[in-house]
């Protein structure tokens, strides 16, 4: 198996200490920082904006791995490129043309993936493919933290990873819902590569470090 990467999500953080957390995470180990913006209308939630981005840009070296749950995303799109965005993922369900998009994070010169909600096929996807550098697959419905993670979904990512290897197509496949050290193994063994978790590594039961080392300890099954 490739080596399984580590995305925390700062939508569980505590934005009182935000930057110190996103610290945190990075010296323990994280590979990417998982970014969680949501509109209030593609999503019940509201959450933050292309600032956020920028303010934390200077507090790690590590990918800033947008995922953009909003409504005409290519109106934001350049915005959150120019905060320092390193990987801009949209959903395919705001896409009426999902390639334009797909070309327009490119042009920026940052990785592009796309999303899919539990309910939506894999076959929507047949004409992108290719030129994406990650498919990220939810694991919940989106909007909020903290729901569980529906297990239906394990057949998807399956599927999704045999497509990508038979193909040898490079994106990788990212998965985010109610990962915890529990459920993290068996999106592994699914297909997962990038496992987006939020509780399970910022919770007032243990430091960033400490669920940190309890995630990677599952995965290697100690």
Known sequence: MNEIKIAPSILSADFARLGEQVTEATQAGAHYIHVDVMDGHFV???????????????????PLDVHLMVEEPERQIPLFA???????????????????AVQQIKDLKVKAGVALNPGTPLNLLDEVLPSLDVVLLLTVNPGYGGQPFLEEML???????KRLDEGGLKAELEVDGGIDAERAPRVARAGGRVLVA???IFNSRESVGEAMARLRASLKGG
Do not use: F, M, S, Y
């Open 155 to 161: 057949p998807k990512i399956a599927r999704l990873r």
């Open 44 to 62: 019940p939630n509201i959450t933050i904006g292309a600032g956020i981005v920028k303010a934390l840009r200077p507090w790690t070296d590590l």
């Open 198 to 200: 939020g509780a399970a």
């Open 82 to 100: 120019q905060a320092g965005a390193d990987i801009i993922t949209i959903h395919i369900e705001a896409c009426p043309h999902l390639h334009r």
